[in-house]
């Protein structure tokens, strides 16, 4: 059973600091596309950094570079995104998201956590 667990979202201050897990079960992580998306009630979701677990491959959305960075714990089967100098504009609820191989299958399927909710606010 393929499982992605979110967890650190919290109500910050603007300039603070928050880093979200997301620990994974039940697929290949090694070989997993990982990413983190957000989305801000009455916007569209938005996707705020990748890595690709093959290739080490990273890429983040411009409002975010240089503040905030994603990184993978391939012993925990955990990807982080830590997020520093946190503005308003970046409340939303964070999803992490998996294209991956379930274990026993040679099909890559999607599939997305429940979201933590993070909240910049003054």
């Known amino acids: 059973q393929v499982q992605l667990l979110e967890s650190g979202g919290a109500l910050v201050q603007p300039g603070g600091s928050l880093r979200l897990s997301c620990v994974t079960s039940?697929?290949?992580?090694?070989?997993?596309?990982m990413r983190w998306f957000r989305q801000a009630p009455g916007k569209e979701r938005e996707l705020v950094a990748a890595?690709?677990?093959?290739?080490?491959?990273?890429s983040y959305i411009d409002s975010v570079k240089g503040r905030f960075t994603i990184s993978t714990d391939s012993a925990k089967n955990t990807v982080y995104l830590q997020m520093n100098s946190l503005k308003p504009e970046d409340t939303a609820v964070y999803h992490c998201?998996?294209?991956?191989?379930?274990?026993?299958?040679?099909?890559?399927?999607?599939?997305r956590g429940q979201g933590t909710q993070v909240t910049v606010t003054s």
């Open positions: 890595i690709s677990m093959d290739n080490g491959t990273i």
């Open positions: 039940g697929f290949t992580f090694s070989t997993a596309l």
């Open positions: 998201y998996a294209d991956a191989f379930p274990f026993g299958s040679t099909f890559r399927v999607r599939y």
